[in-house]
T-cell receptor
Framework: DAKTTQPTSMDCAEGRAANLPCNHS???????VYWYRQIHSQGPQYIIH???NNETNEMASLIITEDRKSSTLILPHATLRDTAVYYC?????????????FGKGTLLTVNP | DVKVTQSSRYLVKRTGEKVFLECVQD?????MFWYRQDPGLGLRLIYF???????EKGDIPEGYSVSREKKERFSLILESASTNQTSMYLC?????????FGPGTRLTVL
């Protein structure tokens, strides 16, 4: 899997948009970008994934640059419950995607 | 919503005991996984299963075995627990790419 680089920590005010960047400059053509988060002492939670196009679901939006070397996860209206470590990873789809290597992630702290 | 449940949130066992960790998913997913998570080491794959009675070793299978007799249930077995198996154990299931995790079992081996 391609390596990703994320800032160690970020702060965001409650109610504001949280924009979490991720660099994945060595991503290969068949690799997807996935985002997960982990709230303290809980299991990781899947957020969103994408290949080339921007994606949106009920939790977040994912913006992938045209060259696919970086992406941004957007939480449009952050709440205190969004405080967590956010992981960006890249992986193939299908049968080879059994491993899931989380890096250190970004600790997002949402402040009141 | 996908639901993955694990039999215990916290478990304390003694060295040498046989330990069973159970995981159940309710979304008819083909693939199920067992990971352990340790500070500084991230998430490491122990075993995975892509079908009933099928299993594959992950990165750190030593000291563990698994059982998948039914599609919805994937069990992790520590044959003889040791102190270095003290960890957070996470079960996950997936149909395609996205993985859905259970709440985790924090196992302490004394």
């Amino acid at each position: 899997d391609a390596k990703t680089t994320q800032p160690t920590s970020m702060d965001c005010a409650e109610g504001r948009a949280a924009n979490l960047p991720c660099n994945h400059s060595t991503i290969s053509g068949n690799e997807y970008v996935y985002w997960y988060r982990q709230i303290h002492s809980q299991g990781p939670q899947y957020i969103i994934h994408g290949l080339k196009n921007n994606e949106t679901n009920e939790m977040a939006s994912l913006i992938i640059t045209e060259d696919r070397k970086s992406s941004t996860l957007i939480l449009p209206h952050a709440t205190l419950r969004d405080t967590a470590v956010y992981y960006c990873i890249t992986a193939n789809s299908g049968g080879s995607n059994y491993k899931l290597t989380f890096g250190k992630g970004t600790l997002l702290t949402v402040n009141p | 919503d996908v639901k993955v449940t694990q039999s215990s949130r916290y478990l304390v066992k003694r060295t040498g005991e046989k330990v069973f960790l159970e995981c159940v998913q309710d979304m008819d997913h083909e693939n199920m996984f067992w990971y352990r998570q340790d500070p500084g080491l991230g998430l490491r794959l122990i075993y995975f299963s892509y079908d009933v009675k099928m299993k594959e070793k992950g990165d750190i299978p030593e000291g563990y075995s698994v059982s998948r007799e039914k599609k919805e249930r994937f069990s992790l077995i520590l044959e003889s627990a040791s102190t270095n198996q003290t960890s957070m154990y996470l079960c996950a299931s997936s149909l395609y790419q996205a993985k859905f995790f259970g709440p985790g079992t924090r196992l302490t081996v004394l």
